[in-house]
């Protein structure tokens, strides 16, 4: 059977369409909206700022999260800042301009109609999170300040500190708190989705575990929204969260949800390098450090041994200057990945194992003095020292790229709705804006343009719709549909429970995000690809075999939830390297070795990818036994496709 | 790299109604994990020898989340100032030495698993008042609100809060006053939160001490524990609000709409 994908996004001038298709939306009548529920699945920017949102126009919302409270959401490791065409700086930034750098930035495999509404209401998130509270940086003015970052020209960047994301989450969490208060919105912490329910092709409700209880328990509706994060954990090490997972949206492709493009992933340019194999996760510097810091290696091999202050100038390769010099420090985070890869592949890179380039500030804190460097980035060098040790003051940063966000997810249509009816999708979970690259400070951008704005007009249009077709049928946790998703649902706990092998769901993690960096990273060639396709498979069965995890199923288990995860890690480990393999172009962050310029950029293949690829999962409860393409093409009717050039 | 010999003492409690007690291992681990990175290598040592792994909370592991909070040595994440438990690493501790770990200890915090503790109380003093009403879509222009700079660094300086619960394990009283004050002191020291500013203040110390947390004696204990250096400052500005907001008290009347 052949999906026909609809992106639904309204035609003509691009400008004006989310506005016609607010007015061709229907509308439901506010004394009906406390009879509909909605179930929202994640309390990040874009979960917490739905939520709450929904719960103001009166909807009946329940928010789950996997966390203790709802403002622990991973969106609150975000250092950076958020875009927005404001133009306070009067540099010449624009709608228009944000619109075209987000679409060229993604390398032309995002829907421009999703792109230009980001754009759009990237001026209402701003005025919307200032009015909560949110302490953005100000100038002796009072008014807001700015910063360029990652790849912009212009200065659009809203910043808080280090923690943008952390102040605009408890912004979300704010208003989410008020409607919890009001009752509106029930909140349901330490619960973790573990299936998704759907009766008569829609999507009505959720299989639920409480985290505390072990109780399996099931939630109707008449609408899910799931804003759960993306899958970079499948990488193991990672800059998310750990306990990040990809199980809400597996579970749903698994019943359905096409997942498109899980390709894209995005390595970021910024991490402090791997330094042992105890390591749990890796820990990114902002890249806004790249405005102030130089990156350099040392020109000779035989000078990586050195301390960076015996190497001469003259013997430092500041290598992004060199290459890219209208850009410089500032390229875009796939190309400052990948030299950072490359310089480290010649031999020439620094710290142990010789993965690490240097960000030094030496001539920022000469210029600027140490005072306006420590206000700018205080935090930043504080955590650098004490994870490594080091002072960044004295001695300049060593960095490597890790794997920092998924522009793959659940494909969805511009109403932000996946294929399957009821199913909507925000946030970094759904596939829709930065296409195969995002910009830095976007990420956001999109959670709450998805949580405050999008989402609560498009839930409303299908709510009153689907009841105007008298579609949506009153369901009750009794309904056999239910009943199954719920048996299903505690089989498997079961099955994890009772296998009784030797591993530790953490070492199968682990093996897994070894190799899936290994072969599915920042260079990605068939031969790689293929080894990986056949072993993640064997994994998985030995998973299956050799899994422990002790304890029981109804009490606080840890290691049985890290087991439901790494499980669906290794199903969806399996789509990533598929999409990769099947995808012969380099485009943003998938780089084919097979697929580049002469120079060593990555180079696109329009004729032949211009579109998005949503994958049908096929299988059973064992795993996946094949996964089927559709493809959305995609058109491009304002920015034209260019090669990426940031020389 | 150096290896540390250590001699660790876990709090074990197997649930909510159980009665727990202090465990002992022996771990090697190297200086550079971290506190946190230390408790998963003795956990897969626990798994392998079949024994239930240790339940403890942690999720970013880069000192924001909030969600990391045990008590190490009797400090709330340990000896070292300004840092999360998850960002303390073993570099600070020497071989040999003896860690006690175990759960942050108050009335309101219950205990739910081993060092596993449930903070609901703190969402509940946030949702009684801690934010500043505005429908999504109703927000003014945002620089048509001008706030000098010194009053915004100072609200960012109590906005800073993460809310792991240092300062009520931290206080011999279990008083939530810091955390409590840096959200009242956040908003109210804003242009756009002084409408809701008496309401907050009166709703949000009144759900805290319904809450069972004790009250501020002035031991200074939250702020030396406090992760993000919140000043007890904050504490002293939402009393003088509560004061004025008692005094400035009067019932609300029910106002119905037109029509």
Same mark, same amino acid.
């Given at each position: 059977m052949t999906i026909e994908l609809k992106s639904n996004a309204p035609g003509g001038d691009i400008a004006t369409r989310w506005d016609r298709h607010r007015f061709d939306m229907k509308l439901v009548n506010p004394a009906n909206r406390r009879k509909y529920n909605v179930i929202v699945v994640g309390s990040g920017l874009a979960g917490g700022a739905a939520a709450a949102t929904m719960g103001q126009l009166g909807y009946n919302v329940k928010c789950f999260c996997y966390q203790d409270t709802p403002r622990r959401a991973h969106s609150i490791a975000a250092q950076g800042g958020i875009n927005a065409a404001k133009n306070y700086q009067n540099d010449g930034d624009s709608i228009y301009r944000l619109f075209y750098d987000t679409v060229k930035g993604g390398d032309f495999r995002a829907r421009e109609s999703n792109v230009y509404r980001l754009a759009q209401l990237s001026v209402n998130i701003i005025d919307q999170c200032t009015a909560q509270g949110v302490p953005f940086a100000r100038e002796y003015s009072g008014l807001l300040d700015n910063r360029s970052f990652g790849g912009a020209q212009v200065s659009r960047t809203f910043y808080a500190r280090g923690q943008t994301g952390q102040q605009l989450l408890l912004g979300a969490y704010?208003?989410?708190?008020?409607?919890?208060?009001?009752?509106?919105?029930?909140?349901?912490?330490?619960?973790?989705?573990?299936?998704?329910?759907?009766?008569?092709?829609?999507?009505?409700?959720?299989?639920?575990?409480?985290?505390?209880?072990?109780?399996?328990?099931?939630?109707?509706?008449?609408?899910?929204?799931?804003?759960?994060?993306?899958?970079?954990?499948?990488?193991?090490?990672?800059?998310?969260?750990?306990?990040?997972?990809?199980?809400?949206?597996?579970?749903?492709?698994?019943?359905?949800?096409?997942?498109?493009?899980?390709?894209? =992933?995005?390595?970021?340019? =910024?991490?402090?390098?791997?330094?042992?194999?105890? @390591?749990?996760?890796?820990?990114?510097?902002?890249?806004?450090?790249?405005?102030?810091?130089?990156?350099?290696?040392?020109?000779?091999?035989?000078?990586?041994?050195?301390k960076p202050h015996e190497i001469a100038e003259a013997d430092r390769d500041y290598y992004l200057e060199r290459k890219y010099p209208s850009f410089g420090n500032l390229v875009p985070r796939d190309i400052a990945s990948r030299n950072a890869k490359d310089v480290c592949d010649e031999g020439r890179g620094v710290g142990p194992g010789g993965r690490g380039v240097y960000l030094d500030f030496g001539d920022s804190i000469a210029r600027l003095g140490k005072a306006k460097i420590s206000e700018r980035y205080g935090n930043l060098f504080d955590m650098y020292q004490r994870i490594t040790g080091d002072d960044p003051y004295s001695t300049p940063m060593r960095i490597y790229p890790a794997i920092h966000y998924t522009m793959g997810g659940l494909w969805v249509d511009y109403n932000l709705m996946s294929n399957l009816p009821g199913l909507f999708v925000g946030g970094e979970a759904n596939f829709s804006d930065h296409g195969a690259n995002r910009l830095g400070a976007s990420a956001l951008m999109q959670g709450l343009a998805d949580g405050y704005f999008i989402l609560p007009s498009t839930v409303a249009n299908y709510i009153a719709k689907q009841a105007a077709d008298g579609k949506l049928k009153k369901v009750d946790e009794s309904h056999p549909e239910v009943r199954k998703a719920e048996a299903d649902v505690k089989t498997r706990v079961n099955a994890l429970l009772s296998i009784n092998g030797k591993r530790s769901p953490d070492s199968f993690h682990r093996e897994l995000g070894l190799m899936v960096w290994e072969y599915c990273g920042m260079a990605r060639s068939e031969q790689g690809l293929n080894t990986l396709l056949k072993r993640i498979p064997e994994l998985r069965a030995e998973f299956w075999q050799?899994?422990?995890?002790?304890?029981?199923?109804? =009490?606080?288990?840890?290691?049985?939830?890290?087991?439901?995860?790494?499980?669906?890690?290794?199903?969806?480990?399996?789509?990533?390297?598929?999409?990769?393999?099947?995808?012969?172009?380099?485009?943003?962050?998938?780089?084919r070795v097979e697929s580049q310029t002469e120079d060593g950029e990555a180079k696109r293949d329009d004729e032949n990818f211009q579109y998005a690829a949503a994958w049908e999962f096929r299988g059973d409860e064992k795993g996946p036994t094949d996964f089927v393409l559709h493809k959305e093409p995609l058109e491009f009717d304002y920015v034209k496709p260019s090669q990426r050039s940031y020389k | 790299m150096s290896e540390l010999n250590i001699h660790l003492h876990v709090w074990r409690q197997p649930g909510p109604q159980a009665d727990g007690k202090f465990v002992h291992y022996e771990l090697k681990v190297t200086e550079h994990a971290s506190f946190l990175e230390m408790l998963d290598i003795l956990n897969e040592q626990l798994i392998s020898k079949g024994e239930e792994p240790i339940a403890f909370d942690s999720d970013c592991r880069e000192g924001i989340c909030g969600m990391c909070g045990i008590m190490i040595n009797g400090?709330?994440?340990?000896? @070292?100032?300004?840092? =999360?438990?998850?960002?303390?690493?073993?570099?600070?501790?020497?071989?040999?030495?003896?860690?006690?770990?175990?759960?942050?200890?108050?009335?309101?915090?219950?205990?739910?698993r081993d060092l596993v503790v449930d903070r609901g109380s703190f969402d509940r003093i946030i949702q009684s008042g801690g934010y500043i009403s505005v429908r999504a879509g109703s927000a003014p222009e945002a620089n048509g609100i001008r706030v000098a700079k010194p009053d915004a660094d100072l609200a960012f300086d109590a906005a800073a809060c993460i809310g792991c619960g240092a300062c009520v394990a931290a206080c011999p009283n279990a008083s939530a006053s810091l955390f409590t004050s840096a959200k009242i002191g956040h908003l109210g020291l804003l242009p756009q939160g002084q409408p809701q500013r008496d309401r907050r203040v009166l709703a949000m110390v009144r759900q805290m001490d319904s809450e069972g947390f004790g009250n501020c004696t002035n031991h200074r204990e939250c702020e030396a524990a406090c992760p993000k250096e919140i000043s007890i400052a904050f504490i002293a500005r939402m009393n003088r609000d509560f004061v004025a907001a008692s005094a400035r008290e009067r019932p609300e009347k029910a106002i119905s709409g037109p029509g």
């Open positions: 704010s208003a989410l708190a008020e409607q919890i208060h009001a009752g509106t919105v029930k909140m349901y912490p330490r619960t973790e989705m573990l299936d998704l329910i759907m009766i008569d092709g829609m999507a009505r409700g959720i299989v639920t575990r409480d985290m505390v209880s072990g109780k399996v328990e099931s939630h109707v509706a008449d609408v899910v929204v799931l804003c759960t994060g993306g899958y970079g954990n499948v990488f193991f090490l990672s800059t998310n969260a750990m306990g990040c997972n990809v199980t809400a949206t597996w579970r749903a492709a698994r019943k359905g949800a096409l997942f498109a493009n899980p390709c894209y =992933t995005q390595i970021h340019p =910024t991490c402090i390098p791997v330094a042992g194999d105890y @390591q749990s996760k890796l820990t990114l510097m902002s890249e806004s450090l790249r405005n102030d810091g130089r990156v350099w290696v040392p020109k000779r091999k035989e000078d990586c041994g050195k050799n899994l422990s995890v002790l304890g029981s199923g109804d =009490t606080l288990n840890q290691n049985l939830e890290k087991a439901g995860r790494v499980a669906d890690f290794l199903e969806m480990g399996e789509l990533l390297a598929r999409d990769a393999l099947h995808r012969k172009e380099s485009c943003g962050g998938h780089f | 400090v709330p994440h340990g000896p @070292q100032s300004a840092t =999360t438990a998850c960002q303390l690493h073993m570099r600070t501790f020497k071989s040999g030495d003896e860690i006690w770990v175990e759960p942050f200890r108050a009335r309101a915090f219950p205990v739910l």
